[in-house]
Each structure stands twice: as C-alpha cells, then as structure tokens.
C-alpha cells in the first residue's frame, strides 16, 4: 500500500488556506482585542465569518473532486494517514487538561494538605486535602457537585449507544443494504449527540445555577469545565460532521467499497467516546 | 505521460505574479516560501540578539530599559525557534523529502499552503506586540507563572500566536508524515530511506505528539488570565510548577525537533564528502528513534531547583543521562564515516564537520546539566545559555546553512562561489566560538541570564561575547550575498545535475534546477541512488 502507484492527484493552485488564515487572524486578534478590553465585535464576527466560509468551500470542493472520482486508492490512504494523526493530535491536545487533573490530585493538593513538603506549614497549616476542592483559598466560594450517576452517566449511555448506531449504519453501508436503513441509523446517530449536548447544557445551567459550580470554583471547576468543555465542543463539531454525512448519504454519495468521508468521521466520533468514558471516570466518578 | 497530466491536473505551471505565490500547493514553491520566511525571522531575532548583546556589552544600565531587554529575550527566542528553525526545517522538508522518496508532491498540497500562509499571520500577531501599550511579552519564552499573567496587552496576542504556530507545525508534520508513509515509490521501503526522510519522520511525530500539549499550556495560561480558573494558582488548589511540567513536557521533546532535522542533514552530507557510505545506517535510525523515545521521560531536568521531590530529582537525572548514548552513537557514526574516507571540504561539509565538532560540546555540557546536584549551581545561569546556543547555533543553524549551501545548486541550477562559502564558514565559526565559549566561564561564574545588568567581574567575558555576536551577524551578509547573487539571481556557475561527485539518492537523478513538478509517475530506484547501506552480514564461515 505504501508504493507511489502513480496519477496522485495533486490539487490544482488555490487561495482557500490564505483567506481562511485571514478569517482566523482577524478571528483571533479581534478576540484579543475584546479580551484586553476593546470593543473588536465586528472583527471577531467578520473572521469568523470568513473562516466557517472557507472551510465550507474548502470541504465542499473536497467532497467534489471525491465524488467526481479523482480520489484513487493512494489519496484514499492518505486522507486515513492523515485523519488517524488528526486524531492522535486530538488525543495529546486532551492529555494536557488530563495531565493537569492528575498533578493537581496526586501531587500539588496532598502537597497543599501538608505530606511530604513544607507548603501547607508554611503557607495554610488549617488546609487538608480532600477532592473535590477549590483550594486553600477557597477560590469561588462554596459549590455542589454534578452526581454521576444521573445525567452523566445517561450522557454516556448516550453516547455508547451513538456508538452503537453509527456501526450499524457503517455495516449497512458496507454490505449494500437499503439507503433508507443507513440513513436512519445516522438520523439516530445525530439524534443521539444532540441530546448528549442538550443534557450537557442543562447540566451546565444547573451548575452555574444552583450549585455555584463554574470555572471559577478553584481547581475543581478549572479542570471540570476545561474538560467537559471542550470535549463538549468536539462533540458539536462531531455532531456536525455526522450531519454533513447523513446529508451526503442522502444525496446519494459514497460506495459500499469507498467510503472514507464516512469512516473518517465515525473514527472521530468513536474518538470523542473513549474521551467522554475517560473524563465519567476521572472527572465524575473518581 | 501527457495524457496522464491532463486527467490529473487542471493546472499545470505556476501563475503568474503574487498570486503565485499565495495560491500555490507545489512543495517547492512552499519549500521556497518557508525558507524565506525562516531567513526573514532569523535576522529579525538576530536583530534583537544584537540590542541583548549591546546591552550587556558593559555593565550598568546603557541602551535599553530593563522590561524592554526582557521583551528581547522573550522574543528573541519565539522568533528563532518557531520563526526560525522550525520553519527552515520545514522549508526543507518541503524541498526534499518528495524528491528523496520519489512522490511527485507532499500528500496534502493545500493543507501545505495552509501551514504556511498561517506563519506570517502568527507572526504579525506575535510582532505587532512590540506596539502595545505594556510591550512586548517579556516572561522568557517559556512563559512562566505567575510572572507571564503580568504582560499587558500583548498577552492575548502571544497566546493565540501560539496557537496559530501550533497548527501550522501539526498540519506540516502530519503532512510529512503521511507522504513518508504513503508516497514512496516502488523499492523504497523504509529501510532504504535517506536518513534526512527518516529524522524527518521522527520529528513529525514528535511535532504532532508535543504541540498540543502546548497548546493546552497556553489555553489554561489565557483562562487562568482572563476567566477565572486556578490551575497555576496554589490559592485555587492548582500549582505554578504545573506548568512547569506540561511546559517541559511540550519542551524538551521541541528541543529534539531542533535537532532531530539537523541530524538527517549530516548524515546526508558528511557520506558524500567522504565519498563513504554512511557508517552504521540501522543504528543512526534507531538512535534517533530511541532519543524520541526518551526525549518524553526527561523533561524535569529542566525543573531540578523548582522543589521536586528526590526519586524525581534522580529518575530524571539518569534518563536524561541515557540520551546521551544513543547522541554518542551518532556522533561515533559519523566521525567513522569519515574515517579513510576521501575527503574534501567544500562548504556544506565544513559547516556539517563544524556542526559535528561544536554540538558534541552543546552536548557535553548537557551531561553536565543533566547531574541535578550540579545543576543546583548552573540553573539559570549563562552557563544554560552556553549551552542550549552551542546545540542550537553551530548545532541546528549550521545544519540548516550546510543544507542550504548543499542543495541550492539542485534548486537553483547555480552553483554559490566557493571561495566566499569557505571564508563564510570560517568567519561564522571563528565567531560563534567567540560568542559562546566565554559565556560557560561566566555562567559557571555565577552570571545569571535574562538580566539586563551584571556585576563588573564578568565584564572581560561579556565584551567578547558581544564582539563575537556583531561578528557573527554580519558574517552572514556574506552568504546571503553568496546565495542571492549567485544561485537566486543566478550569476553563478551552472550546476550539473549530480552536483556533487559523491551525492547519491534520487534527488540528484533529475536535472539542476530540478523541474516544477518531478516523479509524477513513480521513479524506479537503481541500487547506486539507495543511501541506506546496511552493516554487511558476517560471512558465514565456509565448511569443509
Ligand atoms: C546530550 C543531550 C542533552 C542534554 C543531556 C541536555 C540537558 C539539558 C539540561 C539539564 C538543561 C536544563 C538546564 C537548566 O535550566 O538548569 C538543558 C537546557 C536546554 N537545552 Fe539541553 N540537553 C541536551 C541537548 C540539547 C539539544 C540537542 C538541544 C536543542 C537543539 C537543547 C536545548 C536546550 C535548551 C533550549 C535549553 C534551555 C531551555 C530554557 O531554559 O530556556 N539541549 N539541557
Ligand atoms: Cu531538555
């Protein structure tokens, strides 16, 4: 599979990556902007706008030259290469806030709470170390947690079953059944993250709300919501994904042999699985 | 061959004008574009080398105030190492690695273009912080808290700089990566890889397994500014020295993408001016592979003083020092190589000879660093700054010229002036030395770094190091009068397609300037263009 067979389709020039590298600068510098405390409204909309335009046309011309079939056997090895480093790229992004939770419990908070190092003496001799907490300092005042076994653990049942649905719409789709029945099991699929995130926001509302858990709440709300979070933003993105897929299905596009826009997006949906069971134990449970 | 075109290219020559430039997604093109934007930055960051070095010409407070020669410093090092290097690496990933493997392009074309075009923006963000009201970022490039909480304005700018860097390094290492992978011709399995592809393939990794994790660092700096969380504040139950540690975990995996490149380079360079296959091909891979390996496990020999804990303080002590053998196996490879060889110096083989002879002392004076009672002195001390510039300097930089001066003939069809390439060598040598050396007296001393000002005794050491630095800076005029003048504008001699007498590898088979587009069909590999010669089996012993 690793040989240059020959007739590699190479892309004709184009500006998409340049404009949308405009979006993204005006994006990003209007944020900093605003963060530093000037209004940047319109230039963090108009980046933005500009970048969800070009990766629009970008993938749109993508989906083309797949469809029009100058994607051959070697391309298609490329784009699986290049999606599973994708994902390994994801995977190190989430072993940074993972890292963090874990130095913060295994070593800085026992540390804090007085074993083995001077810190607790000298700086809070009242301070013990429990999870959950936020701090010495008490940072964010007093805050509730989510129970796993509610909404979270729905939420993962959710997602495992998306798991579920989306490989029997794989299946359908490799052994040529009915279009109808690979469409319905994405329809489930999407449905599926759909209400993953709408519980998601509920429990957020419910957080902020009532149990005066944010990200303000010390340690535990640093790592609670910078997890969740973003893996809540790729369970958006994921769940877009599948809907572009469901509506490409619906147009009539991909073979039962050729297919990786579809696998492409199951592996990263499957991707962002294994993160949420990660983060129900770690985060939820333990 | 033509009808093949046609049904796989709707477009086939470069545009014209600007718009070449901005639209293209031939890996030479961006090859191009990536080098010039590296040479642009390195004399940027040159630039503010220099303001450092007028500044600690003498002590006292002469040219700069202090929070401005900590913005030098800050900036200084982002601009070499992610302006820099990395891209120069890059631009000659871009260059070489299709040409080395026999692929007609790099597998993802317009995600080559996006790698790019996303530098300039990054670093405009990054620049334009020099204007801003609080000025530039001056927490040291490894952006510290609390101290780093403190930048003004800039601070988001920074970040998101960052950020941007980061993608423009995964999509560029993914893509390496994936034609590494994908795309060699027939013949050319992975063993039989020019070594430059295979640190290449090792560095991708890294850049893909390293650069989100900084992009994580820098996402809890920009919360813990601006939204509220605590991970590096004690009082929130976080901790500063977390930082610290997912920092150097991104950090010292970097500082092997820095040199990983370098290494290929060398191993490339020095077999065919020694007229020699490379000695000990297998064990070249796999020191690299096992340096990678390790790079992950030592990062907290950057933290000896920081108060870990004494098994830490030791298991990093000893890991890091176990880098050294697989380095030592290397640097043994390539001085065997040359050993009865034939040699002769042109210019690319003085400055790999140079990169050999001045990194083996960055890397003596790593050991040094690495034993972490000894440390407890050095740490953040000049004696640091010695060495990271020796790996870096006549360590990365040097690779990066000698690789310059080794290709361009193949990308320009013109051969640079010898003459001036050697007085180049020397000149930057001479200096280099001049620069550096004395800072391992005057950190052993006990000069601290990134501090504006100095106590009198360490005065004879700074004067020279800032001759040697004004000294070095203005050597390179010449090459960049060497390379403009003579490959770019193309006043120079013609080169042949070989170039070199000893040169082997399929780069070399197509003509000088190589052609836009090259093996769109599949090269069939002839025996003398495989670099990868492996350690003989022994003879069996005959029987009677
Ligand atoms: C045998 C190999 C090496 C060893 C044992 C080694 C060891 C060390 C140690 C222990 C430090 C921390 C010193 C301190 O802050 O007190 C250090 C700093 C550093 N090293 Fe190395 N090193 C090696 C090779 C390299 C290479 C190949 C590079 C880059 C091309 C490099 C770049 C750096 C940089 C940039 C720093 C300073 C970072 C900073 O604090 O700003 N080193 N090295
Ligand atoms: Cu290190």
């Known amino acids: 599979m690793s040989s240059n067979t020959g007739g590699y389709f190479v892309p004709a020039p184009t500006a998409w990556p340049f404009y949308l590298t405009i979006g993204l600068f005006l994006m990003l510098g209007g944020v900093s902007n605003y963060l530093n405390g000037h209004g940047a409204s319109m230039l963090i909309w108009t980046g933005l706008a500009i970048s969800l335009a070009f990766i629009w046309i970008w993938f749109r011309g993508i989906i083309n030259e797949s469809e029009s079939g100058k994607y051959g056997q070697q391309v298609d090895m490329t784009y699986r290469w290049g999606m599973g480093w994708f994902i390994f790229s994801e995977v190190m992004f989430f072993g940074a806030f993972f890292g963090a939770l874990f130095y913060a419990r295994q070593l800085s908070l026992p540390w804090l709470g007085g074993s083995d190092v001077m810190t607790n003496a000298v700086l809070w001799p009242q301070f013990e170390n429990a999870w959950p907490t936020n701090g ?106 599948l809907l572009v897929i469901t509506l490409r299905l619906m147009k009539g596009h991909f073979k039962s042999d050729s297919h990786f826009g579809f696998e492409g997006v199951a592996w990263y949906w499957h991707f962002v699985d294994v993160v949420w069971l990660g983060l129900f134990v770690f985060v939820y449970i333990l | 061959m033509s009808e093949h075109h046609d049904s796989h290219h709707d477009d086939h020559g470069p545009e014209k004008g600007i718009m070449r430039w901005i639209k293209t997604t031939n890996h030479k093109d961006l090859g191009t574009l990536y080098l010039w934007f590296a040479f642009i930055m390195f004399f940027i960051g040159g630039v503010m080398s220099l303001i450092i070095r007028l500044e600690l010409f003498s002590p006292g407070l002469q040219w700069v105030n202090p929070e401005f020669f900590n913005s030098m410093t800050t900036m200084h090092a982002l601009i070499m190492i992610f302006g820099g290097v990395m891209p120069a690496f890059t631009g000659l990933a871009n260059w070489m690695v299709p040409m080395m493997v026999g692929a007609s392009d790099l597998a993802l074309p317009r995600v080559n273009n996006w790698g790019f075009w996303i530098l300039p923006f990054a670093f405009t963000l990054l620049l ?53 992978l994908n795309m060699r011709a027939p013949g050319m399995t992975l063993l039989k890889m020019p070594l430059f592809v295979w640190s290449w393939l090792i560095t991708a990794y890294l850049l893909i397994a390293t650069m989100p994790v900084l992009a994580g660092a820098v996402t809890m700096l920009l919360t813990d500014k601006y939204f509220g969380t605590s991970f590096f504040t004690a009082a929130g139950g976080g901790d500063p020295v977390m930082y610290q540690h997912i920092f150097w975990f991104f950090g010292h995996p970097e500082v092997y993408i820095l040199i990983l490149p370098a290494f290929g380079i060398v191993s490339t360079i020095i077999p065919t001016f020694a007229r ?37 303080e030791l298991f990093f002590m000893f890991a890091t020092m176990l880098i050294a053998v697989p380095t030592g196996v290397k640097v043994f490879n390539w001085v065997a190589t040359m050993w009865r060889g034939s040699m002769t110096f042109e210019t690319p083989m003085l400055f790999a000879l140079g990169f050999v002879f001045l990194f083996t002392i960055g890397g003596f004076s790593g050991l040094m660093l690495a034993i972490a009672p000894a440390d407890f002195q050095y740490h953040d001390s000049y004696f640091v700054v010695a060495h990271f510039h020796y790996v870096l300097v006549p360590g990365a930089v040097f690779s990066i010229i000698a690789g310059m001066y080794y290709w361009m003939p193949k990308w320009t069809g013109h051969m640079y002036h010898e003459g001036l390439g050697k007085l180049h060598f020397w000149l930057s040598a001479i200096a280099i030395n001049l620069t550096f050396f004395p800072q391992h007296f005057a950190g052993l001393a006990g000069m601290p770094r990134r501090i504006p000002d100095y106590a009198v005794q360490f005065t004879d050491w700074n004067v020279i190091s800032s001759i040697g630095a004004f000294f070095f800076f203005i050597a390179q005029f010449i090459m960049a009068y060497n390379w403009i003048v003579n490959c770019v504008m193309r006043k120079g001699a013609p080169a042949t397609a070989r170039v070199w007498e000893g040169a082997h590898g399929l780069e070399w088979t197509v003509p000088s300037p190589a052609p836009y587009h090259t093996f769109e069909t599949p090269p069939v590999i002839s025996e003398s263009e495989i670099t990868a010669v492996h350690d003989e089996p022994a003879a069996a012993p005959s029987r009677a």
């Open chain 2, 276 to 312: 020699k296959t490379l000695f000990g091909y297998d064990s070249m891979v796999y020191a690299m592979a096992s340096i990678a390996f390790l790079s992950f496990i030592v990062w907290a020999h950057h933290m000896f003083t920081v108060g870990m804990p004494l098994a830490g």
């Open chain 1, 136 to 241: 010495p300092g008490g940072v964010g005042g007093d805050f509730g947690i989510i129970p796993p076994w509610g909404v979270p653990f729905l939420n993962t049942m959710l997602l495992l079953t998306s798991g579920v649905t989306l490989t029997f719409a794989h299946h359908g789709l490799r052994e040529n059944k009915p279009r109808r029945n690979v469409i319905l099991w994405m329809w489930a699929t999407v449905a599926l993250g759909c209400i993953f995130l709408f519980f998601q926001a509920e429990e957020y509302i419910v957080a902020y709300q009532h149990l005066n858990l944010t990200l303000e709440s010390g340690i535990y709300g640093s790592t609670f919501f910078m997890l969740t979070g973003f893996h809540g933003m790729h369970v958006t993105l994921g769940t877009l994904m």
């Open chain 2, 128 to 180: 334009s912080t020099l204007f801003m009201g609080g000025g530039a970022p001056a927490s040291g490039w490894t952006m510290y808290p609390p101290l780093v909480l403190q930048t003004g304005d800039a601070f988001p700018f920074m970040i998101f700089a960052i950020h941007l860097m980061g993608i423009s390094s995964i999509t560029g290492a993914i893509n390496v990566i994936v034609t590494i």
